[in-house]
């Protein structure tokens, strides 16, 4: 029989870290939030994050997608060098050594408890190469202007240095569907560079995210 003692780690029962009643603390009469290690955290108000995506349009057009997707890759890079400390002082071993249930139930929780959505990894075709990824409740395609082109670029840096990162291997991360264009939610496909060339085309010509992925899996 398993005793409580065996459970415990230095005295305590390990828990969800990122719990947001026990992740997020703060002082209202300082105007400061941090989070359980002490660290701060910054609160993005929702005009503030229009604003941003406003003022990007108008002074680089075009250029603001490009300007998004490598802010994403520098806040992934650095998002996942925490993620991985955090995780690892917590649990006492590094992080490839959590199972695959800690390691999806930490970052669900840690997407969620800092306010960027609701994340879920789609593992359908792990087997053939290709990794899906949604988002959903996104406060930053919410921010976006409405367009018919995909708007998560910054989410789209993020997850492609991020698993860029987690596997070891140069990944690329393409957007198949959008919020800002009406779609239920955002969906990622992270996959080699060479085998993702053709997505952004299909996703150009309005093609749907199932349909996308039943021409991958028919270019083997």
């Given at each position: 029989m398993v005793s409580v003692a065996d459970l415990l780690t230095d005295g305590r029962l390990p828990g969800n870290y990122f719990a947001q009643d026990l992740y997020v603390r703060g002082s209202t009469e300082l105007g400061l939030l941090e989070n359980r290690r002490g660290d701060r955290l910054l609160a993005i108000p929702d005009p503030l994050l229009q604003a941003i995506y406003s003022g990007l349009e108008k002074e680089t057009g075009q250029a603001s997608r490009l300007v998004l997707y490598n802010c994403g890759r520098w806040w992934g890079k650095n998002f996942y060098a925490r993620f991985c400390e955090e995780l690892a002082d917590y649990y006492k071993q590094p992080?490839?050594?959590?199972?695959?249930?800690?390691?999806?139930?930490?970052?669900?929780?840690?997407?969620?408890?800092?306010?960027?959505?609701?994340?879920?990894?789609?593992?359908?075709?792990?087997d053939?190469?290709?990794?899906?990824?949604?988002?959903?409740?996104?406060?930053?395609?919410?921010?976006?202007?409405?367009?018919?082109?995909?708007?998560?670029d910054l989410e789209r840096g993020i997850l492609e240095i991020f698993f860029t990162q987690l596997?070891?291997?140069?990944?690329?991360?393409?957007?198949?569907?959008?919020?800002?264009?009406?779609?239920?939610?955002?969906?990622?496909?992270?996959?080699?560079?060479?085998?993702?060339?053709?997505?952004?085309?299909?996703?150009?010509?309005?093609?749907?995210?199932?349909?996308?992925?039943?021409?991958?899996?028919?270019?083997?």
């Open positions: 992080m490839a050594s959590l199972s695959m249930a800690e390691f999806l139930q930490s970052l669900q929780q840690c997407w969620k408890t800092h306010g960027w959505g609701q994340i879920h990894l789609d593992v359908t075709y792990r053939r190469g290709f990794l899906g990824v949604e988002i959903w409740h996104s406060p930053f395609t919410a921010a976006a202007p409405q367009s018919q082109k995909p708007s998560g596997t070891g291997r140069e990944l690329r991360c393409v957007q198949t569907s959008c919020t800002a264009k009406g779609d239920d939610c955002n969906r990622f496909i992270l996959g080699l560079d060479k085998r993702l060339s053709s997505v952004e085309g299909m996703v150009a010509n309005g093609q749907a995210h199932q349909a996308i992925m039943q021409t991958l899996m028919q270019q083997g």
